[in-house]
């Protein structure tokens, strides 16, 4: 078969072109045809193919479709609704702290003995903290900016200890000297990768201590006496947490917080209507924090154009979701609600043809109270999900598809063809009637021709169990004829319309539930019989 006569049927394969092999067996089951010289060069196989749905599912690789154990088709959307980590909202502020160091009358009597005097103090650095109580942190970064002031003119070192922060396992110290000239110093750490307990102190949390060594040497003229201080001012900034142990209260997570579902499996219907018998709309939470969490369901409902927004019923006002316990670090709970047709309306709301599922929600931390302490991971998070999940069981009736493309037919320079007779022989195992047209447009969007006179059956349906599971097969055969002057059409061609339509079996008046499983074939044969000349040219 010349290459050129190939892209004659082109166009006929849009919607079964997957799985194509040659079958040399076709060219035998093609009828003769009277008062037309066949050319053989031409009569081959085009198609032998044998298609089903795994085979879509595996060419799309789509994330949306997926088969059950008992092999029965589901569209799955799968939304990621918000996820609150929880550096979002357990948030260490920066920290200011002002200590002034006074000096005492036994210190002012050895400083001017001896010209020198050491001063020992322990200050504690009370954090606020707006989320509730720091037991202890695993800092992975904080900045520490401190200024050291006095109001004499003596030489003044500073030892600073910080017995409850660890950095590789020892405490943090460090020296700021204010020599004689200066009334003040600056000091900076970039400290990285430490820890700090705060639960040494009165109240046990937020608090730490700091162990100062203030050493005066006179090497000036001022006289100390009782109104003579050094300031300590320090600030603690940027806190970054690799975990956090403490308790956070009874505050607000997540607040009246919307997200959406946007649904696309209804944007091509173009007319008549489908059911899905048994839809299904699940939400997971998922808690990673070592915080119980409440979630109230403020709404959920869908939308659409011609219905505008519904309720969905069936979810509970709120939903408990567990946490990890403090020996749990790293772990997750989670929780899931799943509503179906005998527990809600969400049949009924899928069957409208909705274009999206809005959800609204507010989630709280330790509803029952302060009756276990709290943990949080920098990654840790409260993350809500959405499935909308269509096992493929239903009905179709008269539910049409359109879809328009761009097409473009040249047979080549050199190639007269007055005739051609496709075959198409077709073997349907999926519970549906098929009919199908094919119409060519110009570039005007102007109907050119199309593939059959007048859309028809040209598949119908099998018989189903009492499951919905289909019985058998039922076969068609048919020759398509293209002419000299159809196939000017075709060249003058620039877009093709497909416009498919679908019917469930039917038993009499009733239209029983249908199922979709992975095994059902649709066996496609189709040939080029010949390209004919008339006899005697």
Known sequence: MSRNSLRIVVIFLALASTSCRKNADLIRDLEDVKGVEWSPEFAAPL??????????????????????????????????????EANQVLHIEDQSFDNPIIFNQSELTQFNLADSVILNRTIWLDYDVEFGEIDSVFLRYVLIEQEISKNFDHEVQVQFRFPTVLKQKLPLQFRVPLIQGSTSAQNRLDLFNSSMDMSTGNFSVNQVPVELSLKVKRTGSSVLDGNSEIAVKQMLKNHDYDLLYGYTGTDELINDEADTLVLNIFDRSSRGSFTVDDPRIKLYVTNSYGIPAETDIVQLRSYSTNSGFQNITGFPSKLLVEAPGIDEVGSEYSDSIILNKNTSNIADIINSKPEKIV????????????????????????????????????????????????????????TELDEVVLRLAMENEFPLDLDLQLYFLDENGVTLDSLFSTRELLLASPPVDAAGRSQGSTKSFRDIRYSSDRIEHLKRSKEMKIVAGFNTTRSGSNQPVVAFYSDYRLNLKLGVAAAIRAIGQ
């Open 47 to 84: 198609i032998n193919a044998s298609l089903g749905l795994s085979d879509l599912i595996e060419q799309t690789n789509s994330e949306l479709i997926e088969v059950d154990g008992d092999k029965l088709i589901h569209i799955i959307y799968r939304g990621d609704l918000i996820s609150i």
């Open 359 to 414: 959800f609204q929600f507010a989630s709280s931390s330790n509803p029952q109270g302060k009756i276990r302490r709290n943990f949080a991971l920098r990654n840790s998070k409260l993350a809500f999900r959405l499935d909308l999940d269509f096992p493929l069981k239903g009905t179709a009736d008269n539910y049409g598809l359109e879809q328009t493309s761009s097409f473009s037919f040249d047979p080549g320079e050199g």
